[in-house]
């Protein structure tokens, strides 16, 4: 069974990069017509697609965040990473990592996620 952890910062200040990463047990980020994507849950807010990797290494982002997001993945340590630039109070959430088969910008399609991490900014 495929388990997500997240792991990074949980407090950053105004301006500064944040960087999480996603560990993958259980199965291959390389798997076929695997997306293995990032998602946000901002306080009192719905739930935010920020971007995907795809099995073959292919990203995708959300329009609203693209200037200042990157996904990337170490198929070494089977697990990918999220950097989202310049930070705001406004980029407070909990971070997901997700998992579904095949392509999809809708939170609600994905099946498997990690259990979340709060990342605050706050000066």
């Avoid at 390389?30 to 293995?36: E, H, I, K, Q």
């Avoid at 971007?51 to 290494?57: F, K, L, N, R, V």
Wanted: hydrophobic share 25%; net charge positive; aromatic share 10%.
């Amino acid at each position: 069974q495929v388990q997500l952890q997240e792991s990074g910062p949980g407090l950053l200040k105004p301006s500064q990069t944040l960087s999480l990463t996603c560990l993958v047990s259980g199965g291959s980020i390389t798997t076929p017509l695997n997306y293995w994507s990032w998602i946000r849950l901002p306080p009192g807010k719905d739930r935010e697609w920020m971007g995907a990797i795809s099995d073959t290494g292919t990203t995708y982002y959300s329009p609203a965040l693209k200037s200042r997001t990157t996904i990337s993945r170490d198929t070494s340590k089977n697990q990918f990473s999220l950097q989202l630039n310049s930070v705001t109070p406004e980029d407070t959430a909990v971070y997901y990592c997700a998992r579904r088969t095949g392509y999809s910008r809708n939170a609600d399609d994905y099946h498997t996620w990690g259990q979340g991490t709060q990342v605050t900014v706050s000066s």
